[in-house]
C-alpha cells in the first residue's frame, strides 16, 4: 500500500535551517509529484512547493522563494525539504503529499513533521 | 494568493447533515473545477475525500458529496457519524499559483 512516512519532529533556532523527508513506499516514486504542505498551529493548509524526480522539476509558492530546498535519492526513493533562516511564523506541521501530474488532487499524505522554533 | 474561506465550525447530531462551505474567487474556486476536500484527524494524515469538485475516491462513503456554484465549493456529510468528527479542509487549483488552501473547519457530531 502507498505510504509517506516522515521524519521526527525538529526544534531549531532562528535563523537556523531544517531538512525534512519523506520516504515513500507502495509505488514507483518517480511517476508522482512530491508536494510539501505545512499548518501553522491553529491556522489552514498552506502550499509550499513541489517536486518531480523524473523531470527534476521543483517549483515553490513565492514565499517561500530563496529559502526552500528540495531533493530526493531515487535509491531511497525519499524526497526532502530544507527550509533555511527559520523564523518564528514557520513553526509549524510540515506535509508532504502525492501528486500525479494533472489529477488536481494530493491522493496520499504523510503524518506530518512539526518543527518548533526554540526561542 | 489568499486563502479560501470556510467556517470555522459546523456541528450536527447523528444521522443529520452538516454543509462546509469553501468560498474562494475567479482566480481559483470560480475558474476551475478541481476543487478537493481532505479530511484531518489530528496526529494523522489528511486523507482525500472528494476531488474534481464532486468526485469520491474508492473507498469514500458516498455520505460525502461535494458541489460547486460560482466562487463557492461546498461539501455535504449526509447521515452524520460519530467517525465523521475531524477538520475538513478545502483546496483548489489556482494556476500559476498552483494550490489555495480553506483554513479549515471543524465539524462535531454533537
Known amino acids: 500500500q502507498v505510504q509517506l512516512v516522515q521524519s521526527g519532529a525538529e526544534v531549531k533556532k532562528p535563523g537556523a535551517s531544517v531538512k525534512v523527508s519523506c520516504k515513500a513506499s507502495g509505488y514507483t516514486f518517480t511517476s508522482y509529484d512530491i508536494n510539501w504542505v505545512r499548518q501553522a498551529t491553529g491556522q489552514g493548509l498552506e502550499w509550499v512547493g513541489w517536486m518531480n524526480a523524473n523531470s527534476g522539476k521543483i517549483g515553490f509558492g513565492q514565499k517561500f522563494q530563496g529559502r526552500v530546498t528540495m531533493t530526493w535519492d531515487t535509491s531511497t526513493t525519499t524526497a526532502y525539504m530544507e527550509l533555511s533562516s527559520l523564523r518564528s511564523e514557520d513553526t509549524a506541521v510540515y506535509y508532504c503529499a502525492r501528486y500525479a501530474s494533472a489529477t488536481y488532487k494530493f491522493d496520499y499524505w504523510g503524518q506530518g513533521t512539526l518543527v518548533t522554533d526554540s526561542s | 494568493q489568499s486563502a479560501l474561506t470556510q467556517p470555522r465550525s459546523v456541528s450536527g447530531s447523528p444521522g443529520q447533515s452538516v454543509t462546509i462551505s469553501c468560498t474562494g474567487t475567479t482566480s481559483d474556486v470560480g475558474a476551475y473545477n478541481y476543487v478537493s476536500w481532505y479530511q484531518h484527524h489530528p496526529g494523522k494524515a489528511p486523507k482525500l475525500m472528494i476531488y474534481d469538485v464532486t468526485r469520491r475516491p474508492s473507498g469514500v462513503p458516498d455520505r460525502f458529496s461535494g458541489s460547486k456554484s460560482g466562487n463557492t465549493a461546498s461539501l455535504t456529510i449526509s447521515g452524520l457519524q460519530a467517525e465523521d468528527e475531524a477538520d475538513y479542509y478545502c483546496?483548489?487549483?489556482?494556476?500559476?499559483?498552483?494550490?489555495?488552501f480553506g483554513g479549515g473547519t471543524k465539524v462535531t457530531v454533537l
Open positions: 483546496c483548489s487549483y489556482a494556476g500559476t499559483h498552483p494550490w489555495v
